[in-house]
């Protein structure tokens, strides 16, 4: 009998201010996607691919939707609930977006006096223009003296609790406005416990290809604290060349996992130095597309909202695979768990995977665009008062989009 070779990590477990994550691996946060049914089932894969590698602890980091934080401090009841964490999961973790620093500061002193969470993460990478044009998400670190308000103020009011601050980002609001190198800067001066860099413009939104050079560059700049990749992940083998190529301490993976929660599972494996891969075949990925429903179902307490959520995951659950037309709209209508399982019932389940047909990448791309801003925005780097004024006032109420 042949001894098995012990699997050599890829990478050692990322750290995260007292958390220790066995796979160096986040789940971006994605609004209307990673709520805690996403997030319980990603959780499922990611164990499973822990387990095959070689690994213990905590798995990966699943980091909920975007959460407003005034709606927070304002006790919204949808953000109450879009904050909430299933029983075994840990560390649990929130990303808040704001635009001022004192209500920032409030969001995470209630986060974290309530014991709501264990791990904060700051939202500068959003670029729809309906966040954008308050001179929030990706708007935001142009103005120095707010973002680094914005990071200071949640540091401040999460770390007698030790809770950890995060930094998301992007390169800038376009090549000719680029801020992610000093912003960088500024979240390590001011107590964050690691920076991710998605390596796009706001105005690249997510067309193109993600500049992974910048990575490289903000791991050079930023040595004290992790710094981590998010951008044209579709697979294990992406997340291995992203560290090789920039040598950063982790990946952040945001639309490589829509419709494929199972891999979690590649990028726990790869990481821990395995080789496992998975590819489903049409009926366990019809399994996996009903457990998701019914998690939304317990999730949202409705199974027709959860039918009604569901829907825009069926592109994504069965690119590649042979499935009608007709059968693809009645997918898109689905109005409870028993017709779902009758439309389930139809395909050919023992299709097996398509390959390169299911592979590569997935969500809109959309194309270039300008970037909607606050009048004036881009005149200075730093924000007068009335212009902090009118951006704390335009921050919105609602969470998760």
Known sequence: MTDTPTPTPVLPPLQIGPHTIASPVVLAPMAGITNRAFRRLCRRYGEAGSSAGGASGATSLYISEMITSRALVERNPMTMRLIEHDPDESPRSIQLYSVDPETTGRAAHLLASESRCDHIDLNFGCPVPKVTRKGGGSALPWKTDLFRGVVSAAVRAAAPYGIPVTVKMRKGIDDDHLTFLEAGRIAEGEGAAAVALHARTAAQAYSGTAQWDAIAQLKQTVTSVPVLGNGDIWSADDALRMVAETGCDGVVVG??????????TDLAAAFAGGSTRVQPTMREVADTLRLHTLYLAEFFESEDKACRD???????????????????????LVQSVASLDDLLGSLDLDQPWPGD????????????RHVVLPEGWLDSRTIDDDTRRDVAAAEAWSSGG
Request: proline residues 4%; glycine residues 20%; charged residues 25%.
């Open 310 to 332: 569901i829907r825009k995951h069926i592109a994504w659950y069965f690119k590649g695979f042979r499935v009608g037309s007709e059968l693809r709209a009645g997918l898109g």
């Open 255 to 264: 639309r490589g996992c829509l419709g494929r929660p199972w891999l979690f």
């Open 357 to 368: 047909a299911a592979e590569g990448p997935r969500g809109r791309a959309g194309s270039e």
